[in-house]
Structure formats: structure tokens, C-alpha cells
């Protein structure tokens, strides 16, 4: 299995990961691998996106502009 080896990582950001990794119950070191896998695994937010099928032009989802609208402050 691979290694990674990530540097020059700013304090605050170690404590961080620490303190996310203890509140789940698990070592810093399995914590990083657990968001690793969340930011990468392959059903994430921009893929499902991507997914969405075409329903129609930006013309069908246009604001009507002919309905005045009265408005009292």
C-alpha cells in the first residue's frame, strides 16, 4: 500500500485534524485517510451534478419580466 507524506502543514491545521480524529475516535493518521477518501471518492457533489440530465434551455428557467409586482415598505 502506498505512503504519503504531506509537509510544511501549519500548527493550527495539525491540532485541528487531532482534535477531529479524537472526537471520532481514531488516530490522527486514520483520520486524514477518512477525509481523503471523502473528498475523492467517486460520488461526490461535482459528479452527481454532472449527472443531472438536460431538461430545457436557460430561456425555460427565465424570470417573467411582464408581471408588475406591487410593493409597500
Same mark, same amino acid.
Do not use: C, W
Given at each position: 500500500m ?8 501549519d500548527d493550527e491545521l495539525v ?6 480524529a479524537?472526537e471520532?475516535g481514531?488516530s490522527a493518521e486514520e483520520e486524514?485517510?477518512?477525509i481523503?477518501?471523502? +473528498?475523492?471518492? =467517486?460520488d *461526490?457533489?461535482? $459528479?452527481r451534478?454532472? +449527472?443531472?440530465? =438536460?431538461? *430545457?434551455?436557460d $430561456? ?7 408581471l408588475?409586482?406591487?410593493?409597500e415598505l
Amino acid at each position: 500500500m502506498a505512503q504519503l507524506v504531506v509537509r510544511n502543514l501549519d500548527d493550527e491545521l495539525v491540532r485541528q485534524l487531532k482534535r477531529r480524529a479524537a472526537e471520532h475516535g481514531r488516530s490522527a493518521e486514520e483520520e486524514h485517510r477518512q477525509i481523503l477518501r471523502s +473528498a475523492l471518492r =467517486s460520488d *461526490g457533489l461535482a $459528479e452527481r451534478l454532472l +449527472a443531472i440530465p =438536460s431538461v *430545457g434551455t436557460d $430561456e425555460d428557467f427565465a424570470r417573467q419580466s411582464d408581471l408588475p409586482r406591487d410593493l409597500e415598505l
